[in-house]
């Protein structure tokens, strides 16, 4: 038996410091890469015709991913954790961090992450297609697990958790999912929405799906009619809005303040979101606690380099839910 399991986004990443120049439009962003070229002592990024280039020395490529840092954090807070993808043959488990159920032999996507003297980091993605087989699908259908955490779903992998999700569509489960901008408006995201208990988006996201408005709350409460009972609204350093629908018709607005952080890296930002949510969601806390468990963890994780190089420990936890009052509860 298991409390969260985590999929499908693995990549490969080869993490720098520099102060190299980009671009406003693209600096701190989730950029795809056309290609990205390794060599002894600088690797070159092509994005939208334009070549970036950044001197390193030694570059050691990690284990990475949203999947990864959630199934880092789960682990940390002391949830039993599966975390599942597709990695390439020669990769080895870097971490122990939850019980692996993986692919051998897929091309991986490997992504350049670029973290400048601010702590924004920018990431230069190159992504091949892929997505689960039909026989790790049946093995993770099989797996006792009340949530499912879906990050970073891409085009090519909707199907899949779209039946993964619609077979765990009970009171017993709950599925969270948080979407590569790629899908955002395409008929399988509407589709898996329909499945989706909780749904994870940023504003521009947000704007995409269901159009621009001055009031995130409304915003969020316009999401709830795609299908997920809770919608979770990130707007960056203005903080989160939390919409909740009852099986009665009414619905709740939340807002939480982004909490001040010394911010060294912002990568896993929205992946560590998740963890702290989902995390006290577990505990049984109300989803106005969630959400502050969830900027917490956000604000914790940042503040070290990596994208889950600040996940809290559930003794951290602990500390804050007994200074905060929270539920008056402790990590599990």
Same mark, same amino acid.
């Given at each position: 038996?298991?409390?969260?399991?985590?999929?499908?986004?693995?990549?490969?990443?080869?993490?720098?410091?520099?102060? $190299?120049?980009?671009?406003? !439009?693209?600096?701190?962003?989730? *950029?795809?890469?056309? %290609?990205?070229?390794?060599?002894?002592?600088?690797?070159? @990024?092509? =994005? #939208?015709?334009?070549?970036?280039?950044?001197?390193?020395?030694?570059?050691?490529p990690?284990?990475?991913?949203?999947?990864?840092?959630? /199934?880092?954090?789960? %682990?940390?807070?002391?949830?039993?954790?599966?975390?599942?993808?597709?990695?390439?043959?020669?990769?080895?488990?870097?971490?122990?961090?939850?019980?692996?159920?993986?692919?051998?032999?897929?091309?991986?996507?490997t992504?350049?992450?670029?973290?400048?003297?601010?702590?924004?980091?920018?990431?230069?993605?190159k992504?091949?297609?892929?997505?689960?087989?039909?026989?790790?699908?049946? #093995?993770? %259908?099989?797996v006792?697990?009340?949530?499912?955490? /879906?990050?970073?779903?891409? #085009? @090519?992998?909707?199907?899949? =958790?779209?039946e993964?999700f619609?077979?765990?569509?009970?009171? /017993? +489960?709950?599925?969270?999912?948080?979407?590569?901008?790629?899908?955002?408006?395409?008929? !399988?995201?509407?589709?898996?929405?329909?499945?989706?208990?909780?749904? #994870?988006?940023?504003?521009?996201?947000?704007?995409?799906l269901?159009?621009?408005?001055?009031?995130?709350?409304?915003?969020?409460?316009? *999401?709830?009619?795609?299908?997920?009972?809770?919608v979770?609204?990130?707007?960056?350093?203005?903080?989160?809005?939390?919409? =909740?629908?009852?099986?009665?018709?009414? +619905?709740?607005?939340?807002?939480?303040?982004?909490?001040? $952080?010394?911010?060294?890296?912002?990568?896993?930002?929205?992946d560590?979101?998740?963890?702290?949510?989902?995390?006290?969601?577990?505990?049984?806390?109300?989803?106005?606690?969630?959400?502050?468990?969830?900027?917490?963890? /956000?604000?914790?994780?940042?503040?070290?380099?990596?994208? +889950?190089?600040?996940?809290?420990?559930?003794?951290?936890?602990?500390?804050y *839910?007994?200074?905060?009052?929270? !539920?008056?509860?402790?990590?599990?």
């Amino acid at each position: 038996m298991f409390d969260v399991m985590c999929l499908p986004s693995l990549n490969l990443e080869f993490r720098l410091k520099s102060d $190299a120049v980009i671009p406003e !439009g693209m600096r701190g962003k989730k *950029l795809t890469a056309e %290609s990205l070229e390794f060599g002894s002592e600088k690797v070159t @990024a092509s =994005v #939208q015709g334009q070549r970036f280039s950044f001197e390193v020395s030694g570059l050691v490529p990690t284990l990475a991913g949203s999947s990864v840092n959630c /199934a880092v954090g789960f %682990s940390r807070l002391g949830l039993k954790t599966v975390l599942a993808g597709a990695v390439r043959g020669d990769v080895e488990s870097l971490e122990t961090v939850a019980t692996l159920f993986v692919e051998r032999g897929a091309v991986m996507a490997t992504t350049l992450c670029v973290v400048d003297s601010t702590g924004a980091a920018t990431l230069f993605c190159k992504k091949p297609p892929y997505t689960l087989s039909d026989l790790l699908l049946k #093995q993770l %259908s099989s797996v006792s697990c009340p949530m499912v955490v /879906a990050t970073g779903v891409r #085009q @090519a992998e909707i199907a899949v =958790v779209t039946e993964l999700f619609q077979k765990r569509l009970t009171r /017993a +489960h709950c599925n969270m999912l948080t979407p590569n901008a790629e899908v955002i408006g395409s008929s !399988g995201l509407n589709q898996l929405l329909r499945f989706t208990d909780v749904l #994870q988006i940023n504003e521009v996201e947000a704007e995409m799906l269901v159009g621009r408005t001055e009031d995130p709350g409304r915003a969020a409460l316009s *999401l709830l009619k795609l299908g997920p009972k809770v919608v979770l609204l990130t707007l960056g350093n203005q903080g989160a809005a939390v919409a =909740v629908f009852s099986e009665d018709g009414n +619905h709740t607005v939340f807002w939480q303040e982004a909490l001040k $952080a010394q911010v060294v890296d912002t990568t896993g930002a929205g992946d560590a979101f998740t963890v702290g949510f989902v995390s006290a969601l577990h505990m049984g806390l109300g989803h106005g606690e969630c959400l502050k468990v969830a900027a917490w963890t /956000a604000a914790e994780n940042i503040s070290a380099f990596g994208g +889950h190089g600040g996940m809290p420990y559930k003794e951290r936890l602990s500390e804050y *839910l007994a200074g905060q009052n929270i !539920g008056n509860l402790k990590a599990a």
